[in-house]
């Protein structure tokens, strides 16, 4: 290397350095006093950077929320959580916020999460959002759920005759693995007429419920991290599996709900299929006047994916939070039992939800649990 060819490249490295310096210096500068929600309190450090969310979400595994109730003890009902965000505890306020005259768009970066952005769930934009969930609301109607009661009926008596199996024995029940497999069996069989029979698996599927739960967690690396996903989407399957099982079932399950969409597409006529009798989300979906950009393969087994995902995940876990507190509270559960065994004397016999939501102590216990 010759002599002018090193000090142009110091010249070169040193110009880079000062850019990158007045980049922070200018965007601190911006972030702290001119920006538009600068006149918000909340931590400094906070407004400066999102290291401070990324340290409580990511390190802390999700603790960023319960930081946030104490940072509004401390500095109000509005405050900065991040350089771009405001959070709002005040229910006043609510009308303002989620104003139906002037609605605002769900922000990319809260969306776009885990490769979904075209699910009801990942959609920024309003107008779209409210054509596609307006789409799905029908499939969870109380008219809706009435008609999926015998499945619903089926795979629990499953459930039980599998918890039966560990009783008098000395292995422990894994029984948030067993709701997994119960939600994760109904959910799939309504949205597109095939179960996984996870309950069928000796082990109750173990990794599946593990790979939820992990999936979960990983949103919030995936907020701070948005380019990590499409990475390991475009990885080789073995490097996948090799760094993450767990990751390589994700893909896994998402390839499988796009094959499994494809045929009810390639297949719209199918003979086994009823929809007075049993009809599930996606022949009807793929049946309804939505416009056909909406129906294309590269956006229903997006929707697919988050429906399978929250209605798994998030059924699994109020099941396995009842539990925990009836089993924490011994009245409780003698209360609920003696009810249910009052309104249940002959356990061979199924009872409809019809009749069991007439329980008032029963109706209780699900409501206070929902409502944590």
Not at 102 to 113: E, F, G, L, V
Not at 180 to 196: F, H, N, Q
Not at 241 to 264: A, C, H, M, W, Y
């Amino acid at each position: 290397m010759t002599t002018n060819s090193f000090f142009d490249l110091k010249a070169s490295a040193t110009i880079a350095g000062v850019a990158c310096l007045l980049y922070v210096v200018c965007g601190s500068i911006y972030r702290l006093y001119l920006s538009p929600i600068a006149k918000f309190p909340g931590p400094k450090f906070a407004a400066l950077t999102f290291w401070y969310e990324f340290h409580y979400d990511v390190i802390k595994e999700g603790l960023y929320i319960f930081e946030i109730e104490k940072m509004h003890k401390k500095y109000g009902p509005i405050i900065r959580i991040n350089p771009y965000d405001l959070h709002i505890n005040d229910p006043a306020f609510y009308e303002t916020v989620y104003s139906r005259n002037s609605p605002r768009d769900k922000s990319p970066r809260y969306t776009h999460i885990g490769g979904l952005q075209d699910s009801a769930f990942g959609t920024s934009s309003h107008r779209l959002h409210r054509l596609r969930r307006g789409a799905l609301n029908p499939f969870f109607s109380k008219r809706m759920v009435t008609l999926l009661e015998p499945v619903i009926q089926s795979k629990a008596a499953r459930l039980c005759s599998r918890i039966a199996e560990f009783k008098g024995g000395t292995v422990p029940l894994p029984i948030r693995m067993a709701y997994g497999c119960l939600t994760t069996d109904v959910i799939t069989e309504y949205a597109m007429k095939r179960s996984y029979g996870h309950l069928e698996d000796k082990d109750f599927a173990r990794l599946w419920c593990k790979t939820l739960v992990s999936s979960a967690r990983a949103v919030h690396l995936a907020k701070h991290l948005p380019w990590l996903y499409p990475v390991m989407k475009r990885a080789p399957e073995w490097f996948v599996q090799s760094v993450n099982p767990g990751l390589g079932v994700l893909f896994r399950f998402q390839k499988e709900t796009r094959d499994q969409i494809q045929q009810i597409i390639d297949d719209p006529d199918d003979a086994t299929y009823s929809s007075k009798s049993q009809p599930t989300i996606f022949h009807e979906l793929l049946r309804s006047d939505l416009p056909a950009e909406e129906k294309s393969i590269d956006r229903m087994w997006q929707e697919g994916v988050a429906l399978v995902s929250a209605g798994s995940e998030t059924t699994t876990n109020t099941l396995g939070v009842i539990t925990f507190h009836l089993l924490d509270n011994p009245g409780i559960l003698k209360r609920l039992k003696k009810e249910l065994g009052e309104a249940m004397p002959d356990l061979d016999k199924q009872v409809k939800w019809s009749e069991l939501e007439q329980l008032p102590y029963l109706v209780c216990t699900f409501a206070r649990v929902l409502l944590g």
